[in-house]
């Protein structure tokens, strides 16, 4: 059974940075998706950044992340990360970790019904 268990959420002032990590349990697909969603009260999902792995790694970041937000894995300790910078009061979300192995969740952007796999989310909270 796949688990995933998001942490490094927290309040920060604009300008800071902040680190989630998502560990993995149970995972096993050798080619899969993995990723950030976010979800911020009174709007829908919004996919952040994912990897897309198929033998080789691609990465998506929505573009008002891009440049200040950086997907990464390790792969020996199961885990993902997103490391955040420059952070603005408009990032401030629930923040989720997400999985999938089918091919819909290669397809771009991302959409949250083609994640299967969720984890409970971590808050981001950013003042100005």
């Known amino acids: 059974q796949v688990q995933l268990v998001e942490s490094g959420g927290g309040s920060v002032q604009a300008g800071g940075s902040l680190r989630l990590s998502c560990a993995v349990f149970g995972y096993t697909y050798s080619t899969y998706c993995m990723g950030w969603f976010r979800q911020a009260p009174g709007k829908e999902r919004e996919g952040v950044a994912v990897?897309?792995?198929?033998?080789?790694?691609?990465?998506y970041y929505a573009d008002s992340v891009k440049g200040r937000f950086t997907i990464s894995q390790d792969n020996a300790k199961n885990t993902l990360y997103l490391q955040m910078n420059s952070l603005k009061p408009e990032d401030t979300a629930m923040y989720y970790c997400?999985?999938?192995?089918?091919?819909?969740?290669?397809?771009?952007?991302?959409?949250?019904?083609?994640?299967?796999?969720w984890g409970q989310g971590t808050q981001v909270t950013v003042s100005s």
């Open positions: 990897i897309i792995y198929t033998g080789g790694g691609s990465t």
């Open positions: 997400v999985a999938d192995f089918r091919a819909a969740c290669k397809k771009l952007p991302p959409g949250a019904s083609n994640f299967g796999y």
